[in-house]
């Protein structure tokens, strides 16, 4: 099975310079519904291609409202999905550490 990366942002908290040299910092703001709807049709219409999500970004936790959209959409399709999530970490709440023990999220 396959692993399919989800950029939910290039925006981030701090200022690495490994990102900066990527100018990941060009693009601002969250994944639009767009292209969340296309992912996850792309999903609905591979089933059982990817055995893993990743979530990067930028800061993904920036936008924990989305992880936690596709995590339940996407687990809907497969339940046997496994999900990672780059983070610095920085963003993490209470609130984002029950969406990644109820989704199995392996940061």
Known sequence: MKTLVIPVTYDCNLHCPWCTEKNTHTIKGAITQNHIDTILNHIKNNKNTYGTITF????????????????????????????QLYTNATQLTFSTLELIYRHKINI
């Open 56 to 83: 990067q970004g930028g800061e993904p936790l920036l936008y924990p409202e989305i992880i936690q959209h596709f995590t339940e959409e996407i687990t809907k399709l497969q339940p046997h999905t496994q999900y």
